[in-house]
């Protein structure tokens, strides 16, 4: 598939940046100025990462790099989505680095994807990107709910539990909730939506069996790195939440 012309992409892109902001504009809803800010910000990026992938695969040897470089953004969005501070970075960064590691390994290792800049990156960014958002998802439920149900926890210490012991229930909770995208995704997969490496390597001229077949891998890597992220956040943050109520220093 060849990209469309640029006057063309932008009159497409216009059109929907015009309903996104007509309809937010109708529903009264001010975030329009976050939206605008969301494309612009959303274009620019695009383009560094698309030179930036482009000499990656120019120079195989730098995919290590760019990988660590996108764990550092990913637990550096993990770290202010979740709201605990700086002294979260490291926890977070070890839980993503885990649920990445535990998927990419195999695939790789297995053969079932060749090991070529080309395959890994992009397959890695995916991963890495689902481990991040399950890390943010566990951190930000846990640490809403050891708010909400502060009282119970501090029963809990108060009878000598340890704060890791105290949040138990709720750290259970966030992973589970926090998995619940990944699992409807994977449930719902050609039935309700097709996901996007399907329908990327269809445009790019594979076949719907050879699409078929990369997209199940990417749908259970995403599953087994975000349960792996997950559980490795809840464990490492919930000393820390258990120990002292979240937002404590800031009330």
Same mark, same amino acid.
């Given at each position: 598939?060849?990209?469309? #012309? ?10 929907? *940046? ?5 309809? $937010?504009?109708?529903? /009264?809803?001010?975030? /329009?100025?976050?939206?605008?800010? @969301?494309?612009? +910000? ?8 698309? %030179? ?28 202010? /989505? ?17 649920? @990445? ?17 080309? !395959? ?17 998802? !566990? ?24 704060? +890791?012991? @105290?949040?138990?229930?709720?750290? +259970? ?7 619940? #995208? ?12 097709? #996901?996007?490496?399907?329908?990327? $390597? ?16 990417? %749908?259970?890597?995403? *599953? ?8 490795? !956040?809840?464990? $490492? *943050? ?7 109520? #979240?937002?404590?220093? /800031?009330?």
């Amino acid at each position: 598939m060849t990209a469309a #012309p640029v006057g063309q992409l932008a009159i497409a892109l216009s059109a929907l *940046l015009a309903i996104t902001l007509a309809t $937010l504009t109708l529903a /009264r809803v001010d975030v /329009r100025r976050d939206a605008v800010v @969301a494309v612009a +910000r959303a274009a620019v990026q695009l383009t560094v990462v698309a %030179l930036l992938i482009g000499w990656v695969f120019r120079h195989p040897g730098a995919t290590a790099l760019y990988l660590a470089l996108m764990l550092g953004a990913a637990t550096w969005t993990s770290m202010r /989505r979740i709201g605990l501070g700086p002294t979260s970075f490291a926890p977070l960064l070890l839980a993503i680095c885990a649920g @990445a590691t535990a998927a990419i390994v195999p695939v790789l290792a297995s053969g079932a994807l060749p090991t070529r800049a080309e !395959t890994v990156v992009p397959f890695s960014a995916q991963i890495i990107g689902g481990a991040m958002t399950a890390a943010s998802l !566990t951190g930000g439920r846990l640490r809403d709910d050891v708010t909400a149900e502060w009282g119970i926890v501090e029963g809990w210490l108060a009878l000598g539990a340890t704060p +890791r012991a @105290a949040v138990a229930v709720q750290a +259970r909770r966030a992973v589970a909730r926090s998995l619940v #995208p990944a699992l409807d995704q994977t449930r719902n997969a050609g039935i309700v939506v097709l #996901p996007g490496a399907f329908v990327g $390597l269809l445009l790019g001229g594979a076949s719907p069996a050879e699409a078929a077949q990369v997209q199940l891998l990417v %749908l259970v890597g995403l *599953l087994a790195a975000e349960s792996v992220a997950a559980v490795v !956040t809840a464990s $490492l *943050l919930a000393g820390r939440v258990g120990a002292k109520r #979240p937002g404590a220093d /800031r009330a």
